[in-house]
């Protein structure tokens, strides 16, 4: 039996807070509602929680890296005023057209790996959860679990394809649920 625990990898925008588009704003950021409880969940059943996010905004220019840090600062605060603390954020500035191919931008595994590298955690056993496919896609190419929690700006061909591949979930809550109450995708 393995004595690494598992994670929730969870994407950032979409997933977690409202999709701002290039965010660099620490003011706009939002909670989305009702994802205190599946994240007090996953810590209380033994998971880390882990945010892998994309952001292509730092190589087109539209944000600093000092943005991102100060919108992930804001996140923390959120999530600390509901009980809850992140284990790590991870992030891929990088952008395939201008800054070239890179390891890091799911559905590359780079973070991923370097999250189970740093924090001790044993991605077969982990959760990918997103609103787009490339973060459920690692799971597929770790051994997770992937589970695609759609947003308005999920592409319909991404969900079929999570359907194929991973699971579809309405909620964060009911993803968690699947996972942690043992209930059919």
Same mark, same amino acid.
């Given at each position: 039996?393995?004595? *690494?625990?598992?994670a929730?990898?969870?994407?950032?925008?979409?997933?977690?807070?409202h999709?701002?588009h290039? +965010?660099?704003?620490?003011?706009?950021? @939002?909670?989305?509602?009702d994802?205190?409880?599946?994240?007090?969940? *996953?810590?209380?059943?033994?998971?880390?929680?882990?945010?892998?996010?994309?952001?292509?905004?730092i190589?087109?220019g539209? *944000?600093?890296?000092?943005?991102?840090?100060?919108?992930r600062? @804001?996140?923390?605060?959120? *999530?600390?005023?509901?009980?809850?603390t992140?284990?790590a954020?991870?992030h891929c500035?990088?952008?395939?057209?201008r800054?070239?191919?890179?390891?890091c931008r799911k559905?590359?595994?780079?973070?991923?790996?370097?999250?189970?590298?740093?924090?001790g +955690?044993d991605?077969?056993?982990s959760?990918?959860?997103?609103?787009?496919? @490339?973060?459920?896609?690692?799971?597929?190419a770790?051994?997770?679990?992937?589970i +695609?929690?759609?947003? +308005?700006?999920?592409?319909s061909?991404?969900m079929?394809r999570?359907?194929?591949?991973?699971?579809?979930?309405a909620t964060?809550?009911?993803?968690?649920?699947?996972?942690?109450?043992?209930?059919?995708?």
């Amino acid at each position: 039996m393995s004595t *690494l625990r598992p994670a929730a990898f969870l994407d950032r925008d979409g997933t977690l807070i409202h999709d701002a588009h290039y +965010l660099r704003d620490p003011a706009l950021v @939002r909670l989305l509602p009702d994802i205190a409880a599946p994240l007090h969940r *996953l810590r209380d059943a033994g998971y880390a929680l882990v945010v892998i996010t994309n952001q292509s905004g730092i190589a087109r220019g539209l *944000l600093t890296e000092q943005d991102y840090l100060a919108v992930r600062d @804001r996140l923390d605060a959120l *999530l600390a005023a509901e009980g809850i603390t992140l284990d790590a954020s991870y992030h891929c500035p990088h952008e395939p057209e201008r800054s070239g191919p890179c390891e890091c931008r799911k559905p590359g595994t780079l973070l991923h790996r370097n999250a189970a590298r740093d924090l001790g +955690l044993d991605v077969t056993r982990s959760l990918f959860i997103g609103d787009r496919f @490339r973060d459920v896609a690692p799971a597929l190419a770790l051994g997770g679990r992937g589970i +695609l929690v759609p947003s +308005l700006d999920t592409p319909s061909d991404e969900m079929t394809r999570a359907e194929h591949g991973a699971a579809v979930a309405a909620t964060l809550a009911d993803a968690v649920a699947m996972v942690l109450d043992h209930q059919a995708p």
